[in-house]
């Protein structure tokens, strides 16, 4: 099978062409390939980078002897595309899928990566894949699992949209699915079944009824979030449904682990058959760290941004939990992020490039 | 391709060894020609009928000149098999697919359409396709399409299961979508969408709180049912879900049409956005008609059934449609219709065809 060919990226042009080009092939989880591709060819133009590969991650680092090591880390993936490709510019902003979440910070890493011949800490730079999808198949994970020692670092930061601002920790994550258990009847006689789908209705209730915390952690609010993402039953249209799933995603702060996590959805629907199919711990903001700070007064400096909370997961909770601080860092509205209007305005991906540039050269 | 040719049936020989043969030529709907073969054959054979064909529809017919016409009709197609054929007499039960919807009342009218040269009413026997599969697709709604002539008659009788009983007219079903209308946003930040699901409790909530009427029509009563038979929302895991859709299924009894039906159905669901995408009236039971009492009289005679109402649609509706007072009456617990454990007492095979041979005779 042939596919056309997408151009080759050009790092050392304009950073916001490159942001476009790189939207423009499109790479939803579980098909980046091409993207890893052209991402690798044009780090191997870097006679400076070393350039790694695992699976559709590839990282490059510089082995210039100095005292400490960043990484600075992107996804690849985007979610589905929402006939928002190839991108358009228009008024300053550039619109399409991956503009948001997280093809600017993408390009900004990777701009930078082959244009410093000499950052004044050594870098590693990480482009993976999966982050949009189930926590197991993310490619950070998987370089934690498998290649701990290429993320070896004292500080990380991840280009995740912030406005250009700087946002810390993240909140974690777990999914659940409830399950509702019924018999099934032919619907002309119903009174003979127990309808499965009717019986969600009383979980859906607890959901609406359900207030959300926000909680302070290192002085920054997180505020939590408890929903259905996904609802399912019934098998034909002349079948009382005797299995109803209705998946539901707790976003919760960082001031809790993932146990605690799962009691307190166990506890909102005690009654009922739930099974939790995915989670992932959150990370404190770590702003108390000195690298962390050192960071924020580089970059907010230059963007003129201000230190929020995370509200979304985020992959440097992985790196918190190496014990490594990081920090969230790129251009977009992150509430922009996923939405069939995703846009970013140009003028954030050229202040973030500027800001990551005047931290690692000065 | 050629396939293992069944041997020709026996029309003229013990009716359960009829009801045998025919529930072993495998006919599940949209494959009914080899069995529609075999039935055309045998009413072939028969100089005093008139044999008409279209598609895998068979008709035959008298032309004695009676007063009075009577169609008795029965369907040739099954569900698909679940590994429960060839049939096994077991305990004077025939098991197997076919066995009671309706493969026995298919070999009743056969047995009688050969054998009886001077019934008192001109008969019209009609063996159909398609019956276990969508509305648009059934060969008796076919024949009122394009061969009309061909289903002129006073009175009508489906060999539907009843249990050697009989059933009167049938509910209409309407069938409709219960549309929820959100704003989609990444679950992390609830707080900027509108959650579809979640709306969802409150159609769902109406559904429980609803208490289905049981309605008295002509004596018969008949037990309405409203259900979700499907429910879908959500895109994915992360995303708040900006749509979701229910799907009802009103069975209603046949003292109201499908307009009142789908009235019932808005004004329940008043305030959302209610699609019907399926709807096919009911049958009312038809027992003040004199064919429909003195018919009612010389089965339940013979067999010892009641009449009862018909809970689940049924083709009778579309003799209702044309005019013409319809009831089902055949060998086999309806219960039983398309369970892997599918099985009809031998008994009501002969005394069904007693009864219809009583009825046609005297």
């Known amino acids: 099978m042939t596919t056309p060919q997408a151009p ?30 052209l991402v690798e060819a044009a780090l191997r133009t870097a006679p400076h980078l070393e350039v790694l590969r695992d699976g559709d991650t590839v ?35 550039l619109w399409g899928r991956g503009t948001v979440d997280m093809k600017g910070g993408v390009a900004v890493a990777l701009a930078l990566a082959v244009r410093l011949e000499a950052p004044t800490s050594d870098v590693t730079w990480v482009f993976y894949d999966h982050e949009e999808v189930a926590a197991d198949l993310n490619g950070l994970g998987r370089l934690v699992r498998e290649h701990p020692d290429w993320l070896a670092c004292d500080f990380a930061v991840l280009g995740e949209p912030t406005n250009g601002g700087l946002e810390g920790g993240c909140k974690g994550t ?53 929903e259905a993402v996904l609802i399912s039953g019934g098998t034909a249209t002349n079948i009382v449904p005797d299995r109803c799933v209705v998946t539901v995603n707790y976003r919760f702060a960082p001031s809790i682990d993932v146990a605690q996590a799962e009691a307190h959805v166990r506890e909102v629907f005690a009654g009922y058959d739930v099974v939790v199919t995915d989670a992932a711990p959150g990370a404190r903001p770590g702003l108390d760290d000195p690298a962390a700070r050192q960071f924020a007064e580089a ?26 601080p990081a920090v969230n860092f790129g251009p977009g509205d992150p509430l922009l992020a996923h939405t069939d209007d995703e846009r970013c305005p140009v ?16």
């Open 174 to 226: 777990l999914r659940a699915e409830v399950r509702l258990h019924g018999v099934a009847a032919h619907s002309a006689r119903a009174w003979s079944g127990v309808n499965a789908v009717h019986a969600a209705g009383e979980v859906l209730r607890r959901l609406e009824a359900y207030t959300a915390r926000d909680v302070e952690v290192d002085g920054l609010v997180y505020r939590e979030c408890l």
């Open 8 to 37: 080759a990226l050009d790092p050392r042009g304009d950073v916001v062409e490159l942001t476009r080009a790189i939207c423009d092939v499109p790479s939803v989880s579980g098909d980046e390939t091409a993207l890893a591709d």
């Open 299 to 324: 970059v907010l400096a230059v963007t003129g941004g201000r230190p929020e909370a995370k509200q979304g997961w985020t992959d440097v909770a992985r790196f918190s939990a190496l014990g490594v």
């Open 347 to 362: 003028d954030q991906v050229v202040s973030s490039y500027e800001a990551l540039r005047t931290w690692l050269t000065t």
């Open 59 to 93: 990282v490059a680092r510089t082995h210039l002897g100095r005292p400490t090591r960043v990484v600075v880390a992107g996804h690849l993936d985007t979610v589905p595309v929402a006939d928002n490709l190839p991108t358009r510019l228009q008024d300053g902003e």
